[in-house]
Structures are given as C-alpha cells and as structure tokens.
C-alpha cells in the first residue's frame, strides 16, 4: 500500500508565500514523478509543476518564476514553494506521483488536496 499525504495549505494575502509538502509513504521501490496540480472552484483540474526523479522540473505558465519545485528523496517528499501568491491561485492543491512498489507494480497516486485561499 501506498499513499500521498499531503500538508501546508492556508490562509495568505495577496503577495505572500505558501509551501506545500507531499510524502509518499508505504512499500515504495522507487519514484518516477512528483507534481501537483490544482483544481478552483468550478473549473477543470490543471497542472501546475512536476519534478522528475532526474531532477527536471515543469512548470504551468501562469507560474513560472512565483512557484519552485523541489523533492527530499531520503523522505520521499515533494515541496511546492508558492511565492507571490494571487488572487486567481485560490484552489485546492493535489499532488500526485509515479510510484513503482516494491511488488515492481507501477502505480499513478493521488493525494487527498490541500486548500490554498489568497485573499486581494
């Protein structure tokens, strides 16, 4: 069994700073992936960053150069530095991964989302 747990969502002003964190937990091999994407009220869920286990990361345009992406792996944790943060940032966040369990199954996992809210 494996799972994302995930923390750091809040309450911020227009202009201030969040970070979230993700840990995946359980009999993990190894990790592909770690992201996030977000989903506001009523519209479609959207990518935002992801973190490859090579190091490359992408980013959503709407927040290239206010949002740094970066994982622990000796704790299996992805972290979303959210800075500047927007009235239009207002979402719930999810991480998400690619876990390969130690049974070598290969699995896409999703957290339970943390709600981000920034006030103007």
């Known amino acids: 069994q494996v799972q994302l747990v995930e923390s750091g969502g809040g309450l911020v002003q227009a202009g201030g700073a969040l970070r979230l964190s993700c840990t995946a937990s359980g009999s993990i091999h190894s990790i592909n992936f770690m992201g996030w994407y977000r989903q506001a009220p009523g519209k479609e869920r959207e990518f935002v960053a992801r973190?490859?286990?090579?190091?490359?990361?992408n980013y959503a345009d709407s927040v290239k150069g206010r949002f740094t992406i970066h994982t622990d792996n000796a704790k299996n944790t992805v972290y979303l530095q959210m800075n500047s943060l927007k009235p239009e940032d207002t979402a719930v966040y999810y991480c998400?991964?690619?876990?390969?369990?130690?049974?070598?199954?290969?699995?896409?996992?999703w957290g339970q989302g943390t709600q981000v809210t920034v006030s103007s």
């Open positions: 998400d991964a690619g876990v390969v369990a130690t049974t070598r199954a290969t699995l896409s996992l």
């Open positions: 973190i490859l286990s090579g190091g490359t990361t």
